[in-house]
């Protein structure tokens, strides 16, 4: 079973420009978080998707952010007009949803790819 | 709201030293997951562990242990006999079960293990 990949692994951009992510979830986990990690902090959450639905959006995901899951497989993140702000670790995540007993809630794991690395000069 | 401190920011041992590392979390749920991470200079996290907060048991897994304490909010993580591959960043997390799908994680402890 192959782990979560994410690209390009590193980007470095010029401020005001477009980036696009990539992230190959598990195969068959059919939730896909995204989060954004900057330095000597702990991820922060972005947004997820259930299948194909962005079910839920951080307050962190502005205007210019916008993440896709188009068939429910891989997802893209994309950054319009990029600014240095916005330079980070972002890390992609992935995990199969199950419930175990009634009042137990549902029981994930989540599984991280090893990000993309974006520089904004 | 959900809270995970991470006290340590950095702790430095020498090999085949013990080291525990220190996780407080903060929820109003009765239902929650805990989770420790390992984030090696690579950058990519590494799971570790999911504790349910209606497990009762705590955890050994090789050199690794975890101590849920319920009464202290805490769920500390300890490597018996650390080695030089034990350096790393860890983080612990938590997700409150009524407060939705995001990881709230704490700020991390930089973990360095000498020779």
């Known amino acids: 079973d192959t782990g979560v990949s994410q690209n390009p692994r590193h980007k470095i951009t010029k401020r005001g420009q477009n980036v696009t992510f990539r992230c190959d979830p598990i195969s068959e986990h059919n939730r896909l978080y995204w989060y954004r990690q900057t330095l000597g902090q702990g991820p922060e959450f972005l947004t997820y998707?259930?299948?194909?639905?962005?079910?839920?959006k951080s307050r962190l995901l502005s205007d210019r952010f916008s993440a896709e899951r188009p068939k429910g497989s891989f997802s893209t993140l994309e950054i319009q007009r990029t600014e240095q702000g916005d330079s980070a670790m972002y890390l992609c995540a992935s995990s199969h949803s199950w419930f175990r007993r009634e009042g137990r809630g549902c029981q994930e794991t989540q599984y991280f790819g090893p990000g993309t690395r974006l520089l904004v000069l | 709201a959900q809270k995970v401190t991470q006290a340590q920011t950095e702790i430095s041992v020498v090999e085949k030293e013990d080291v525990t590392l220190d996780c407080v979390y903060e929820?109003?749920?009765?239902?929650?997951?805990l989770f420790w991470y390992k984030q090696p200079p690579s950058g990519e996290l590494v799971f570790l562990i999911r504790?349910?907060?209606?497990?009762?048991q705590n955890e050994i897994s090789g050199r690794y242990s975890w101590n849920f304490q319920k009464s202290t909010s805490s769920f500390n993580f300890t490597i018996t006999a650390s080695q030089v591959v034990d350096s790393a960043v860890y983080f612990c997390a938590l997700r409150a079960s009524n407060s939705g799908y995001a990881l709230n994680f704490g700020k991390g402890t930089s973990l360095l293990v000498t020779p």
């Open positions: 929820t109003r749920d009765t239902t929650y997951y």
């Open positions: 504790r349910n907060s209606f497990d009762e």
């Open positions: 998707f259930q299948n194909e639905a962005q079910l839920e």
